[in-house]
């Protein structure tokens, strides 16, 4: 063997020993249907860009389709409660109207617990706009009358 065909042997085996090391794995239980699929991943996290290589534990298309956005783009539904000024109730509970990316929660958690909405709250009513730029909004949902 020459010594351009072993250098080029000596660099893959370099690069797929660090492949094998940027090679994570991550186990959870899919809540996308009752089933409560276990569902193993592997991905590849090489400098923040994060591959899928294996999806595997899923019964259904929609556990894959779950597992690949819960490694890449984790996003949770936001629930909580928020000040209510002037109503028979101090504390309204809310929601995000559609769900944020993870390492957004605490922010938008801060942001909602400065805040106070003046009652009456309505079902439904739209109490932040956009909350961190998310594309979310918290919505009542519950309704908090005022005190007359």
């Known amino acids: 063997m020459d010594e351009k065909a072993e250098l080029e042997l000596e660099h893959d085996v370099l690069e797929s020993k660090m492949e094998s090391k940027e090679e994570k ?3 959870f239980v899919c809540v996308v249907c009752p089933m409560g699929c276990a569902i193993d991943t592997k991905y590849a996290d090489k ?5 899928i290589k294996e999806v595997s534990g899923a ?8 597992a690949e956005l819960e490694v890449t783009k984790p996003v949770r539904t936001l ?3 928020m000040r209510v000024i002037g109503g028979k109730k101090k ?8 769900p944020v990316p993870k390492n957004k929660i605490f922010a938008c958690m801060e942001e909602i617990n400065r805040s106070r909405v003046q009652a009456p709250v309505y079902v439904g009513q739209v ?7 998310s594309g979310a909004d918290v919505i009542a949902t519950y309704e908090v009358e005022a005190w007359n």
């Not at 400098?47 to 591959?51: A, R």
């Not at 019964?59 to 389709?65: I, P, T, Y």
């Not at 504390?91 to 559609?98: A, D, E, Q, R």
């Open 59 to 66: 019964e259904c298309s929609r556990g894959k389709v779950y």
């Open 127 to 133: 109490l932040i706009k956009n909350i961190q730029n």
């Open 79 to 81: 629930t909580t409660t």
């Open 47 to 51: 400098d923040g860009e994060v591959k």
């Open 91 to 98: 504390l309204v509970p809310v929601k995000t109207s559609k």
């Open 25 to 27: 794995k991550k186990r």
